[in-house]
């Protein structure tokens, strides 16, 4: 038989196989002392975006059972009115722009 026809076999030594290397583990963004909670603002901002999204769950490196209680205090302190629905911080950032652009005409 050719070798051409032969069948593919694999081979016991692998080139492109990625070696095991040692990596630092992240820590988790959610301590198991810190409680999910509407009023703990500090903790529930981390997880939102600039524009006000609530961010996903691979982004977050969070659990499911943690993500659904991230939501469910997010959108209380939204309710309550602890948090913005819509964040503005990228609309100052426009404005100090704007502002330092028209002070750099003046002397």
């Known amino acids: ?3 051409s026809k032969r069948p593919f076999r694999k081979s016991k030594h692998r080139p ?3 070696s095991k290397r040692s990596f630092r583990r992240r820590l988790p963004p959610i301590q198991p002392g810190d409680r999910i909670d509407y009023r703990n603002t500090t903790l529930l901002c981390r997880f939102i975006s600039d524009q006000g ?11 499911l059972k943690q993500q659904r209680l991230i ?16 964040c503005h911080r990228s609309e100052n950032k426009e404005a100090k722009a704007r502002k330092n652009f028209k002070s750099y005409g003046k002397k």
């Open 53 to 63: 999204k609530i961010l996903s769950r691979r982004r977050n490196k969070v659990t």
């Open 71 to 86: 939501t469910i205090a997010i959108k209380q302190a939204r309710i309550l009115s602890s948090l913005p629905f819509i």
């Open 16 to 18: 492109f196989h990625k």
């Open 1 to 3: 038989m050719d070798q």
